[in-house]
């Protein structure tokens, strides 16, 4: 967030940038809202099973993420997903059950 003006913005500007004294890290709600999703179908030769990825709106700040959808069965637009880390993809969503 600036320090001045409030504004929010993501990704985080960088620490070793020169404007980062400009700005403060502002924790992020990891609950958010599916807005829009694909299911990925691999070549079955990769022996990789399809995997849905897809942006999530997150609540308290103007943020939109991308990443990979966890979940059983299929995601829905609307869909509650909750944001954790994840050593592979750096962040992942599951799905909030309802």
Excluded: C, W
């Amino acid at each position: 967030m600036h320090k001045k003006s409030k504004e929010i913005i993501f990704p985080p500007v960088a620490k070793d940038s020169p404007l980062d004294i400009d700005y403060v890290d502002q924790e992020l709600n990891p609950n958010g809202t599916l807005y829009s999703f694909t299911v990925i179908h691999p070549s079955k030769k990769s022996g990789i099973e399809p995997y849905a990825i897809g942006f999530v709106n997150l609540p308290d700040f103007p943020v939109r993420i991308f990443g990979r959808l966890v979940q059983s069965g299929n995601p829905a637009i609307g869909d509650k997903y909750l944001m954790r880390p994840d050593a592979e993809f750096g962040h992942i969503f599951e799905k909030i059950s309802q």
